[in-house]
């Protein structure tokens, strides 16, 4: 099915009409649309993966425990999360439900879902027009970055994404999973830390 990404009007206008996309398969099982958040004049854009359950069922990114761990670093290095857009590659939750599980177990969007999705993001850069785009693991900077983009070796590095400068950190959830969570924490603040001089 093809994506009638809206080319007029603001972030409430894409928003509204990002809540009907049945670009991929994604809407059937999830509970709603996933937008981007936060002021339409932000200086910064946050990109992460795709909405979790939490965010499934809240209709906000970032809202779960990968939010709340982001919300400090944000504020360890200076950014405050009301000033900033975050939004997601992928804007509906995929997961599996384990047959007698009750919890919804997250699964990683397939390339053809973050291309499906991709128009919306491009969209909401568009809107928004930041000074600087910041993705949050593989699957933002695949997105926007392309697929060759390795995280791992180039994070914390001033790039560009669709003519942004952009750079790509690892993702919260990985920080929660990091066998050396202090770590791994500390890597992300000091990212999102040049990310915050990068603007100053
Ligand atoms: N992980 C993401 O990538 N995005 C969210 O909104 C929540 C968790």
Same mark, same amino acid.
């Given at each position: 099915?093809?994506?009638?990404?809206?080319?007029?009007?603001?972030?409430?206008?894409?928003?509204?009409?990002?809540?009907?996309?049945?670009?991929?398969? &994604?809407? +059937?099982?999830?509970?709603?649309? /996933?937008?981007?958040? #936060?002021?339409?004049? %932000?200086?910064?854009? *946050?990109?992460?993966?795709?909405?979790?359950?939490?965010?499934?069922?809240?209709?906000?990114?970032?809202?779960?425990?990968?939010?709340?761990?982001?919300?400090?670093?944000?504020?360890?290095?200076?950014?405050?999360?009301?000033?900033?857009?975050?939004?997601?590659?992928?804007?509906?939750?995929?997961?599996?439900?384990?047959?007698?599980?009750?919890?919804?177990?997250?699964?990683?969007?397939?390339?053809?879902?973050?291309?499906?999705?991709?128009?919306?993001?491009?969209?909401? &850069?568009? +809107?928004?027009?930041?000074?600087? /785009?910041?993705?949050? #693991?593989?699957?933002? %900077?695949?997105?926007? *970055?392309?697929?060759?983009?390795?995280?791992?070796?180039?994070?914390?590095?001033?790039?560009?994404?669709?003519?942004?400068?952009?750079?790509?950190?690892?993702?919260?959830?990985?920080?929660?999973?990091?066998?050396?969570?202090?770590?791994?924490?500390?890597?992300?603040?000091?990212?999102?830390?040049?990310?915050?001089?990068?603007?100053?």
């Amino acid at each position: 099915m093809t994506i009638e990404v809206p080319t007029r009007g603001g972030l409430t206008a894409l928003r509204r009409a990002a809540a009907e996309c049945q670009g991929c398969g &994604l809407y +059937r099982d999830a509970t709603q649309t /996933v937008f981007g958040a #936060g002021p339409a004049d %932000a200086r910064m854009v *946050l990109v992460g993966e795709q909405p979790g359950d939490r965010e499934d069922l809240a209709g906000e990114p970032f809202v779960g425990p990968a939010g709340m761990l982001l919300d400090r670093a944000l504020g360890d290095a200076g950014i405050d999360r009301d000033e900033v857009y975050v939004t997601n590659a992928v804007k509906h939750f995929k997961f599996t439900l384990p047959a007698r599980g009750k919890r919804r177990i997250h699964q990683k969007p397939s390339q053809g879902e973050v291309s499906a999705c991709r128009p919306w993001l491009l969209a909401e &850069l568009d +809107r928004v027009r930041p000074e600087l /785009v910041v993705c949050l #693991g593989a699957t933002a %900077a695949s997105a926007l *970055l392309g697929p060759d983009f390795r995280v791992s070796q180039r994070r914390g590095e001033i790039v560009a994404a669709q003519g942004i400068p952009a750079m790509a950190t690892v993702h919260p959830s990985a920080v929660l999973r990091a066998p050396d969570r202090e770590a791994a924490y500390r890597g992300l603040v000091a990212d999102l830390t040049v990310a915050a001089r990068h603007q100053a």
